[in-house]
């Protein structure tokens, strides 16, 4: 690893171990506590030395600062009888540009019957003429860097 990684190591053979039947060799490493937030680049070889291995691959892990916990938020989502909705949340990124999925009530497995992303305000509309029943809207999880949005689901509203 160079220099200018925040959690810059070696880590040998020994600590990592060797492939298993499929050719997967695995390795954890940890913080240590108190690096900076950055990214890591971690390139494995295949070889006896570093400077003869002509196989290497390279992974990229992103750690933020202080090892802190992600933050799972809660969201709400609403439905009107035109299919048009709002997802709310305290955190405005988990508004803006999420799924939201409308699904119709049935037996059995409720039918994804359409869907649509939010604005940046955390408006949808989904368009279905002439769609009569039960329904409800979902809107899907999302993960940012340092939270999870957590899935909200909508009262069930009946167009006649």
């Known amino acids: 690893m160079s220099p200018e990684v ?10 990592c171990g060797y492939t298993d039947a499929n050719g ?16 890591d680049s971690i390139t494995a070889y295949t070889g006896p030395t570093l400077g003869s291995s002509l196989n290497r691959d390279q992974v990229h892990n992103t750690f933020t600062s202080g090892g ?32 939201v999925v409308l699904k119709k009530v049935r037996k059995g497995p409720d039918r994804k019957i359409g869907k649509d992303r939010t604005n940046k305000g955390g408006t949808y509309r989904i368009t279905k003429r002439g769609m009569k029943g039960r329904v409800y809207a979902v809107a899907k999880r999302k993960k940012l860097p340092t939270k ?13």
């Open 6 to 15: 925040p959690n810059g190591a070696r880590v040998g053979p020994t600590a």
């Open 24 to 39: 997967v060799a695995q390795c954890k490493y940890g913080d240590g506590g108190g690096s900076p937030a950055g990214t």
């Open 68 to 99: 802190s916990v992600v933050k799972r938020l809660k969201s709400r989502v609403s439905i009107a009888k035109r299919f048009t909705g709002k997802v709310r949340s305290r955190a405005g990124k988990c508004e803006s540009r999420r799924r």
């Open 148 to 160: 999870i949005c957590k899935k909200a689901r909508s009262r069930t509203v009946r167009r006649r």
